[in-house]
């Protein structure tokens, strides 16, 4: 079996789907890609069992057959060569041999047939995004996805189709996110929540990508096509919280403030609270918001002032400052908009103007106040 690819093509093809390798696999055969040859075209796969990425690529080849390759030593050689052609040989006994201008490098493969085989997806059901709507819908939620090993549920990214939108919720059960694109419809309502690791890769995949996606999952799988690559997972089994629940929907008290510098504040006076709480107190009086933070046990202190514009009763109330710093972070607009009902009750974090057809709410958890 022999073929002729261009380095530098091979290497970017190899170097988007390689996201999927584990750096330890309890399967040896999954450290390797998987290469597949048919009708002039190299099929290219790796595997960690619970995601599966394909890319395709063009190669010059009058044969046909499959072989797992070293990922390592492979990506290794290829990032050394500048782009020109090179001839990969295979013999019966799996050795490789890699021909360019410079020498030959051997190395050894095994069988293609110990690969494990990609999910198909039965009876799938479709629905196309574009790429940059998928992008940001994940790069505004995954942040606060949960860690939990006991609640699997909340590792992954919850996807609900309806009629007349698509939402994209994640929660860790301290901050949730409710990311919502009113411009995305089926006709068909479901729901399913996609794992954190396929999700950080498609977000860094799609960041180059231009166009439509198609989108086709069941109960158990889901995959996401684009150019010539392509993104199969496992979904996670469960029933997703009633997030819906624990947004408050009386917020009587609506503060504006100027988002960077709320943000550079909260940074500046979080470095002298407790390290273990991160808390940091903000309290609102007419056109003042005052942020506090403290330390009792090294007798840290910091308090800063700045103007707002705010409707509503007095309220002091605490927040965790690494939740309100990732929030601010991931908010694009000059001002956010905190609405707020009580010292113990859920704070919500809105941008004061939403893009075309985005609709963002982030809330966060309350922290006690020590008083």
Known sequence: MKFI????????????ISGVLNSSNTLPILDNFLFEIK????KISCSDLESTMTSTISVDSKNEGSIAIPAKILLDILKTF???????????KMGIEISSDYGKYKLSGFSGDEFPKSPVI??????????????RAIEKSIFATGNDDL????????VQLSENDVTFVATDAHKLVRYKRTDVKTSTPSSFIIPKKPMNLLKGILQNVDGEIQVEFNESNVSFSFENSSLTCRLID?????????IPDQNPNRLTIERNSFLQSIKRVSIFANKTTHQVRLKINGSELNISAEDIDFSNEANERLTCSYEGETIEIGFNSRFLIEMLNNIDTDNVVIELSAPHRAGIIVPENNEDGEDVLMLVMPVMLNN
């Not at 009708?39 to 190299?42: A, F, P, T």
């Not at 090179?86 to 013999?91: I, K, N, P, R, Y």
């Open 5 to 16: 690819v261009s380095s530098q093509a091979l290497f970017k093809q190899l170097q988007t």
């Open 39 to 42: 009708d002039n075209n190299l």
């Open 82 to 92: 500048p782009d020109h052609p090179l001839t990969f040989s295979f013999d019966e």
């Open 122 to 135: 039965e009876a799938p059901t479709s629905i196309q995004f574009e790429a940059h709507t998928i992008q």
């Open 151 to 158: 609640r699997p549920v909340m590792s992954g990214i919850f």
């Open 238 to 246: 469960g029933k997703y919280p009633n997030y819906e629940a624990v």
